[in-house]
Every structure is written in structure tokens, then in C-alpha cells.
């Protein structure tokens, strides 16, 4: 709860100084002290919390364990490592900068709640509280045509979810009488209410929209190639994280005994979402789409921890969800550097800037799931999660065959970089701040691969 009210006030400042102070120079640098700010508050509240007595607030509609605390903490110092890899870039996309920061601090708060609501209208007013500032950040490059449409866009199905996801709210709390999740546990799969299967129906859809699962995916691509690209790689990560943060909680706390009337749903829509997500990205011509797409195939690998319902698919997600958002933010601090976003502009960038193709190389291997990468071990964690819960192995075999489809539109990027001639040209010159973060997020890619236990011990 410090860190719900902590965000909100920063967010709240970040708002003011844009009023009170024009000069965007330093901006970023403020934003990133604020947000250094938060994490200590964070971490703060983990060093409280007692993992066998959860704290509850508001007649118990938020309920925060030290899973959710922990949860928090890893996703605040992502966002501080975004500001720092992407402050100044973000700085260039229009003339209120301090606003888009302020709209970055509110989507924390309504990343908290997801992490521990516990009654459904927390969870509808969580993701609300994400999904508005998106529309805001994908269309602020008032220049780009293309960013316009991508906010449009991006509102329009949006709203559409929402309205998907009320619906199955509604029909859950006619089925049970409740909002709280906690209570949902005595529905059983053989006096199963069809009111509740259908409300059931409804959430999978609602969250397969914002985790950009197939086939409700077809927004996804258009939206993250035109919304400027600073806030893409916030929208594609921290954002993603907090919807499947929310989706196990809710399936796994709530529906768990009802896991044979939606498991084999949600693997269909696992396998849809990898064979789409990977296949696609192979035609790709432009790199900030392929990573679109790429979005995509790893939410594929994410949902085998909703599929899983066992206390390894917790791990696996927490896991996942960072190294998967540590290994995107570098991927996108580098393609914010590229004047030319086509694999053609990456050629030759090897010789010209060696250390932007080396943590690049880092970056795109953990995503691919290579060995000594945080990204192995993550999807290592979700499969075996999956295998554990016996009836999926299937699916397992099938994402092993799509992991090695996603390999060659990984190495594409690696081969233009070092095998191909030419000269890439920058939209701005990387500074020794610049490689020094690019180096530092290499380092925890590479770390999280080799020690996992790093966050999986804090759970």
C-alpha cells in the first residue's frame, strides 16, 4: 500500500513540475530520482511484509503478500532502468515530457493493484488505470501520422476488452454472488454454474486482449511500430507483466478447482499465440515489427505458467517476466540509437559501434532462449512447470519447435550486424552513459542466466 500511495504522489509532482518548470533539459535525470525514490520505498515494504501474514486494506479488496511485494519491487527497478536507458530519448518525442513521465509513475499504481487485488473491481479499475495512459503515450508524437493511429487504434480495441471483461465480471458475480476472488473457490467443475463457465469464457478473452494472445492479438503490431518507440518498449514489458501477474492470480487463486473446464482453452490459445507470434516475425522487414511479433510468441511461453497450476508456474512467470523485459528494454534502447529500423540498417553495425552489437547480441540470444541467458532459464522454469502438471506435454514439445523457429529471426539482427557489409547510420551518438547502461542491462541479462536464484529466493 506505501508504494500505491508513493507512485501517486510522485505522479502527482511529476504533473506539477511540468507546469512550473518548461525547460525540458534534465527532465529525465528528475524522473529517474523520483522513481529511485519509489523502488526504495518498495523496497521498504518488503522488508515489512511477513510472508505468512499478508496485509489487507479496504475490507480486504486488496490483499499484498510478499509475492506481489517482491513482484513490485522487480518491476519498479525495470522501470527505473527504463528511464535511465530511455529518459533521453522519451525527452524527444514532444513538448510535455514531464507528462509522460507522470503517465508512466500512474501505470505503476495500477500495476500494484494488480498485484494485489483481491476483489474484482481492483482488478477492473488496475487495468483501466494501466490502459488509459497507453492511449495517451502511443499517439503524443503529434508529427507522426502513424503514432495517431496506433493511439486510435490501440483506444478502439482497447474499449472493446473492457466491455469483454465487464461482461465476464458480471456473470461471475451473478454465478457466485461476490466480487472477491477468494470466494470463487467453491465453484466446482462437476455443479459447474453455466453462467460462471461463460464468465470464465469472457475473462480468458478480456486478458488474451491485453496480453496480445492469439487470436486476439491482430492489434498489437500496428500499435508498437506506431507508437514512438521509448514508450513501445514500456507498453510491450512492464505493461505485460502486470496483465499476467493479474491472469494467474485470478485463474489460479480463484478457478484453480475448475482447471479441467478452462485449461485446454487457454492451451489452445497458447499454441495459436506461439505458431502466430513466431511465424509472422519471420517475414518481418522492419526490426521494431519482428520485435512486435516477438512480443507475442513470448506471451505464448508465458502462458504455459497460467496452464501449469503448480507453485513452479509462479516462479517461472516471476522469472520470466523480468528477463523478458531487462532483454526488451535493451533491444529497444538500441533500435532508439538506428535512424533506419529495417534489418538493412543494421548491417555493418559490428565494425562501427562494436559494443551496441555486442549488448544487442546479448539482448536478442537471452530472447531466443540461448544458454547463459536470463532468457533459458525462464522459459526452462515455465516448461518444466508445465511438464509438471502432466497433461500439456504436448504444447511443451510443440514451443521447444517454435523457440527453435523464433532462433532465425533473432539471429537475422546478429548476422546483419556482423556478417554484412555497410554503414548504419544513428539518430543520435551513443554517449559513455549510454554504453554504461546498455553494459549494466547485459550484466543482468547474463546474471539472471546464471544465478536465477537471485529473484526466485525472495518469493
Avoid at 510478499?66 to 513538448?95: D, P
Avoid at 502513424?146 to 483506444?155: D, M, Q, V
Avoid at 551518438?429 to 547474463?446: F, G, R, Y
Amino acid at each position: 500500500m506505501k508504494a500505491i500511495i508513493a507512485a501517486t504522489i510522485i505522479g502527482v509532482i511529476l504533473m506539477f513540475t511540468g507546469i512550473l518548470v518548461k525547460e525540458k533539459k534534465g527532465m529525465a535525470t528528475f524522473a529517474a530520482i523520483l522513481f529511485f525514490l519509489l523502488l526504495g520505498v518498495n523496497i521498504w515494504e518488503l522488508s515489512t511484509i511477513d510472508s505468512n501474514q499478508p496485509q489487507t486494506f479496504f475490507n480486504n479488496m486488496i490483499r499484498i503478500d510478499r509475492y506481489a511485494v517482491w513482484f513490485n519491487t522487480l518491476m519498479t527497478g525495470c522501470t527505473l532502468l527504463y528511464v535511465l536507458l530511455s529518459g533521453r530519448e522519451i525527452q524527444k518525442v514532444g513538448a510535455h515530457t514531464s507528462d509522460y513521465f507522470a503517465l508512466i509513475s500512474f501505470m505503476l499504481v495500477g500495476l500494484y493493484m494488480l498485484a494485489g487485488y483481491n476483489n474484482m473491481l481492483i482488478l477492473f479499475l488496475g487495468i483501466e488505470i494501466i490502459s488509459i495512459p497507453q492511449y495517451i503515450l502511443a499517439g503524443s508524437d503529434k508529427k507522426n501520422l502513424k503514432s495517431s493511429e496506433a493511439s486510435l487504434k490501440y483506444f478502439l480495441m482497447g474499449a472493446f476488452s473492457t466491455g469483454i471483461l465487464l461482461m465476464g465480471i458480471t456473470l461471475i458475480y451473478g454465478a457466485t454472488g461476490s466480487f472477491d476472488i477468494s470466494q470463487f473457490t467453491f465453484l466446482q467443475a462437476d455443479a459447474l454454474n453455466p453462467m460462471a463457465l461463460c464468465g470464465i469464457v469472457f475473462l480468458i478473452i478480456a486478458f488474451s486482449f491485453k496480453i496480445s494472445a492469439a487470436p486476439m492479438h491482430m492489434w498489437t503490431p500496428d500499435v508498437y511500430d506506431g507508437a514512438p518507440t521509448p514508450f513501445t518498449a514500456y507498453m510491450s514489458t512492464i505493461v505485460k507483466s502486470a496483465a499476467f501477474i493479474a491472469f494467474i492470480k485470478l485463474f489460479h487463486i480463484s478457478f484453480g478447482n475448475l482447471g479441467n473446464s478452462w485449461m485446454m482453452l487457454i492451451a489452445i490459445i497458447t499454441a495459436a499465440t506461439l505458431l502466430v507470434g513466431n511465424v509472422t516475425a519471420v517475414f518481418q522487414q522492419s526490426v521494431k515489427r519482428m520485435m512486435a511479433y516477438s512480443s507475442i510468441a513470448q506471451a505464448g511461453f508465458m502462458l504455459f505458467a497460467i496452464v501449469a497450476l503448480n507453485a513452479t508456474a509462479w516462479q517461472g512467470l516471476m522469472l520470466y517476466t523480468v528477463t523478458y523485459t531487462v532483454a526488451t528494454m535493451g533491444v529497444f534502447a538500441v533500435l532508439m540509437k538506428m535512424k533506419d529500423y529495417t534489418y538493412d540498417g543494421f548491417n555493418g553495425l559490428g565494425k562501427r559501434e562494436p559494443l551496441l552489437a555486442f549488448v544487442t547480441t546479448i539482448f536478442l540470444l537471452s530472447l531466443a532462449g540461448i544458454p547463459l541467458t536470463g532468457g533459458f532459464m525462464a522459459k526452462y522454469y515455465v516448461l518444466v512447470a508445465a511438464v509438471e502438471q502432466g497433461q500439456v506435454l504436448w504444447l511443451v514439445i510443440f514451443a521447444l519447435l517454435m523457440a527453435a523457429i523464433s532462433v532465425y529471426y533473432y539471429f537475422r539482427v546478429i548476422t546483419a550486424m556482423y556478417f554484412k557489409q555497410g554503414s548504419p547510420e544513428l539518430s543520435s551518438p551513443v554517449t559513455p552513459s549510454d554504453k554504461m547502461m546498455l553494459v549494466v542491462t547485459a550484466v543482468i541479462v547474463i546474471l539472471l542466466g546464471v544465478a536465477p536464484q537471485l529473484i526466485l529466493n525472495f518469493i
